[in-house]
């Protein structure tokens, strides 16, 4: 009996500790991102020349610049979209990094250059309708994780996530234990 009290104080220990840096870790992770104005790229993969659709939402002031080291500057004016190429000698498989500036205030989000043989989205094609998966309305870029990028891992909040989904299961079975070692039941 000794062994299930000490075995469960640990339990609870450590599920407090995680509790106690799950808001640590998310608020880390999220906070360059979390802007007051809405911003996006799509699509999120392009190949090495091709074209990119910038837009922002919610900004006070009329215009919102967009920089990367991946294709020239791009003002964005009156709430409006803009359209950017990627350098053609953009390494593919590369993730750059994509900064939208209103009023000093800046969020970023990632835009992949595909590699050969990988997803390809070309903006031009005016044959036929966009068969691309994704979002076919506006959304906020910037929220969520990357986990399952191959070159980040599980981040910090996924980490915490998965230690106290553990804590809480063996929690649980210590407590149905116990319960039935009292009742005499099997």
Do not use: W
């Not at 950017?84 to 800046?106: L, M, Q, S």
């Not at 969020?107 to 094609?125: E, F, K, M, Q």
């Amino acid at each position: 009996m000794r062994a299930i009290r000490s075995a469960s104080a640990a339990l609870f220990a450590a599920a407090a500790l995680g509790l106690a840096a799950a808001p640590t870790a998310l608020a880390e992770e999220n906070e360059p991102n979390i802007t007051s104005f809405g911003f996006s790229v799509t699509p999120a993969t392009v190949a090495p020349g091709g074209t990119v659709t910038l837009t922002s939402d919610g900004c006070e002031v009329p215009t919102v610049t967009v920089t990367s080291g991946v294709f020239d500057t791009v003002t964005l004016s009156e709430g409006r979209s803009g359209t950017a190429t990627v350098d053609v000698d953009a390494e593919a498989g590369t993730r750059y990094e994509i900064t939208f500036d209103c009023k000093g205030e800046r969020g970023t989000t990632s835009l992949t250059v595909a590699a050969s043989g990988g997803p390809v989205h070309d903006t031009g094609n005016v044959e036929g309708p966009d068969t691309s998966p994704g979002a076919h309305k506006g959304v906020k870029a910037g929220y969520g994780s990357e986990a399952g990028s191959v070159d980040e891992g599980l981040g910090a909040t996924e980490l915490v996530t998965g230690v106290v989904l553990i804590v809480g299961a063996l929690g649980a079975a210590v407590v149905l234990t116990r319960r039935r070692g009292a009742d005499g039941s099997p």
